[in-house]
């Protein structure tokens, strides 16, 4: 099984973004998907820098990809869609808007914010020259596993979301620019305060989700350390790591160590050391819902 | 942070029961109003087969209608199609409870209010499952009854009289008690 | 030429409303998780479906069945049967929103109109005419992040024909690109056809106050003479920093009736109304204003004013993302 490292999807200094990179061509990951996810607007910050970024991780030996934004609606941000493939690198598509302004016959990849659902989804995806596919977060066990089977038939890898806060949403409205009373165009960049997202809580101070500019995320990290014999039973052939600001290197580390064999146990406190603040979840794949964390299903 | 302005407009207020039926209801005999009453709703079942068939699995619920000008509650239980009905003086033994003005209610049931603008405004509340609640406010709805025209059905030479009755009752207290066409109070 | 009044229609009862009430076109789906209104009473079964369209066709009027959940892995037959049936029954258009069921629809049935559901969230030209032409698409319903300016916009650029939302509830995340309902609940908009499902709603009444629970979070706390909220997760109460606000949206629901000369402008053909949960007299008095103002505008008249705020969620109504600062 292979590691993905998933676009960091919160807004960081040109200088951390810079260093999560230059750090990741020391880590057991097989590919690094990079590029601005969420909002167009911070792209120039560090735009200048994806090339110098790209070729250490090319020299590790790691696949790099580019991701497309997982929203497009305005025409500066078609326009960065469209200069995609020009980077040489392969392109993710996160908004199917990205797969139209693809040059015919151009190979593909598939990210997590687009709607696979199904197999005659994925055998469209495939006639269109998709090779590799990163389910969305929300499938459960018994649809990846039906998914897996189809992308073995069309000789296409299947990821899923192995570890970081849920991309849950997105949104023509910036939460972070309404939370500090701010229209989206004059946004001030309120999201860069949040390297890992604003805490969200309820009436009653659950902790529930996370704000991240036009982006909500969930509260907890999911992680698949419970689920790895069953996802690899199924045919899965990657788990996505999603960056986050505390200990990112070593949780790749961590589930190489996973993957390589080490007990579930273990990497689980091992993670719960990494990020002590960090609650998990698994229960998209396998729970009655998505915040559900069967390590504590199964102690009740 | 964007703030819409308030609603304009102020709907016409919801009538309340009359004096005269609340002081009679504290005197009927409960079991022979349950009885009748489930004899009259066993009727609707028939003559509206698709009412109960909505309700899906929510058939074995216990409803509580309670008209809160109203010194009794209802209890419904649809008991896949052949439903019993029971008037109490106060909710006991049930899933959910729907409670509201008599007018609110029956004003649901003839199709002159919206369940969802009553509940907004809080003319109606919900207590327990959500669920079957909204399974049987959509099945009333699609089943557009008129419960003066099922009771004079069932009057035989009296249905003249308690049509007339029910037309004055309507007018004199704005209590809605026939189907209307989608006219809308509001 | 007149605008389309595309009407929601939850039961038969309501379909016939609508039409009566002057619905050029009526939306409705099966009574399963193929459409995404799949709650409690609601919708159609076959007989329903069929009698429904030959009672809107015989007063001129055309029906659209939604078909716009995403079919689930290893049971997509239930999804394909869903099309088959409904052009059977006489269908104008089925609206779908998923590529794998669009590819089957073009495929398939190559004479039946396929619209895109607002679930697809396409929401700008290239990714527009791209479902045209891969799918041969005819209609696509916009979704609601766009600003009546970039609805122009893209109207300039394609010649698929485009609907839009102009009353009732507002969904202020992109449409099919949210799973916060089966995060919280485990039922889905797009799994499932539900969104903050009443099976997971608790509410608490104690002295006066109103709490909304979904999923065991307490979303809403209202007074005694506040508004009654659902507990939808993006329209809820929470905490953020020092400030406790609807950090998404408020419970509003979406009116742009006074938009609809600038939509006409902008080269809509049709007008939708949210509301397949919505009662038949709901439905038939929304329908009627909506007819007016378009025949107003038809006849170069003002649009009629001030209607439907006690229909609307929490009772206010907003213009939604038509007017820019909503972003």
Request: proline share 6%.
């Amino acid at each position: 099984m292979e590691l993905t490292v998933g676009p960091n999807q919160f807004f960081w200094s040109a200088g951390d973004w810079s260093s999560l990179y230059q750090g990741l061509a020391a880590t057991p990951v097989d590919r690094v998907v990079l590029g601005e996810l969420v909002c167009s607007k911070r792209l120039p910050f560090y735009q200048k820098d994806i090339p110098e970024a790209i070729s250490p991780l090319v020299d590790a030996g790691k696949e790099v990809i580019l991701t497309s934004l997982a929203l497009v609606t305005l025409k500066r941000e078609r326009k960065m869609t469209d200069e995609l493939s020009e980077m040489g690198v392969m392109v993710e598509v996160n908004d199917l808007t990205a797969l139209a302004s693809l040059p015919a016959e151009t190979a593909f990849a598939v990210g997590p914010l687009v709607n696979v659902y199904n197999e005659g989804t994925l055998r469209w995806l495939a006639s269109r020259g998709a090779k590799r596919v990163c389910l969305p977060p929300e499938l459960p066990l018994s649809s990846v596993k039906v998914l897996c089977a189809t992308g073995a038939e069309l000789g296409m890898a299947i990821e899923v979301w192995g570890h970081g806060r849920l991309p849950l949403a997105i949104s023509g409205r910036c939460y972070h620019a309404r939370l500090h009373g701010r229209s989206k165009d004059n946004c001030q960049f309120a999201c860069e305060d949040d390297p890992d997202g604003l805490d969200v809580l309820t009436m009653d101070d659950k902790p529930f989700l996370a704000m991240n500019g036009v982006q909500t995320l969930s509260d907890t990290y999911a992680s698949t350390v419970f689920q790895l014999s069953a996802l690899r039973d199924t045919g899965v052939s990657a788990l996505r790591l999603s960056p986050q600001s505390t200990g990112f290197a070593n949780i790749c580390t961590t589930y190489r160590a996973l993957i390589d064999g080490a007990d579930p146990l273990d990497i689980a406190t091992r993670l719960a050391e990494i990020d002590p603040s960090a609650r998990l979840s698994d229960g998209f794949l396998t729970g009655a819902r998505g915040v559900d964390w069967s390590a504590t299903t199964a102690a009740e | 942070m964007h703030i819409d302005p308030p609603p304009s407009d102020t709907p016409p207020p919801i009538p309340r029961a009359p004096l005269a039926l609340r002081a009679l209801l504290r005197v009927l005999p409960l079991t022979s109003m349950s009885w009748s009453l489930t004899a009259y709703s066993r009727r609707l079942a028939n003559r509206h087969p698709g009412l109960f068939r909505r309700l899906g699995q929510h058939d074995q619920a216990r409803f509580i209608l309670d008209p809160t000008d109203l010194p009794i509650v209802l209890r419904l239980h649809p008991n896949r199609g052949v439903p019993n009905m029971a008037m109490l003086r106060k909710a006991d033994d049930y899933d959910v409870a729907i409670r509201g003005p008599l007018a609110a209610l029956l004003g649901l049931v003839h199709g002159a209010y919206d369940g969802d603008a009553l509940f907004f405004s809080r003319d109606l509340v919900v207590e327990g499952d959500t669920a079957a609640a909204l399974a049987l406010r959509n099945a009333v709805d699609d089943a557009e009854l008129d419960l003066t025209e099922e009771l004079a059905q069932i009057t035989g030479p009296l249905a003249g009289p308690l049509r007339q009755f029910s037309a004055l009752v309507e007018r004199r207290t704005g209590v809605c008690l026939h189907r209307s066409e989608e006219a809308g109070l509001w | 030429m007149v605008m389309e009044i595309v009407c929601p229609a939850g039961t038969p009862a309501a379909l016939r409303a609508a039409v009566k009430a002057g619905a050029h076109t009526v939306y409705c789906g099966f009574a399963d998780e193929t459409n995404a209104r799949n709650f409690p009473g609601l919708n159609f079964d076959r007989d329903e479906m069929r009698e429904g369209i030959a009672f809107a066709h015989h007063r001129g009027s055309k029906v659209l069945v939604a078909i716009n959940t995403y079919p689930r892995a290893g049971d997509e037959a239930i999804w394909h049967n869903a099309i088959t049936d409904a052009k059977t029954a006489g269908a104008d258009a089925v609206i779908l929103a998923d590529p794998g069921l669009l590819a089957y629809g073009r495929d398939r049935h190559p004479d039946l109109r396929l619209h895109l559901s607002v679930q697809a969230a396409a929401a700008n030209a290239d990714i527009i005419n791209f479902y045209a032409d891969e799918f041969g698409v005819k209609r696509v319903v916009l979704p609601r992040v766009l600003s009546v300016p970039e609805i122009k916009a893209i109207n300039a650029e394609t010649k698929v024909e485009t609907e839009v939302f102009v009353f009732g509830g507002l969904c202020v995340m992109a449409e099919g690109r949210c799973s916060l309902s089966s995060y919280a609940t485990g039922e889905s908009p797009n799994m499932n056809g539900v969104c903050s499902p009443a099976e997971h709603v608790q509410y608490h009444e104690t002295g006066g106050a109103l709490d909304a629970k979904l999923g065991g979070y307490t979303i809403h706390r209202v007074g005694k003479n506040e508004p009654a909220p659902y507990p939808t997760l993006c329209k809820g109460r929470f905490k953020a920093q020092e400030l406790t606000a609807h950090l998404f949206e408020n419970p509003v629901s979406l009116n742009a009736e006074q938009l609809i000369p600038q939509l006409a402008s902008a080269g809509v053909t049709a007008l939708k109304i949210e509301g397949r949960q919505r009662s038949r007299s709901y439905v038939a008095q929304v329908v009627r204003n909506f007819r007016a103002a378009v025949d107003a505008l038809e006849a170069g008249q003002p649009m009629p004013k001030g209607m439907m705020a006690r229909l609307s969620e929490g009772g206010a109504t907003t213009a939604g993302a038509y007017k820019k600062t909503w972003r």
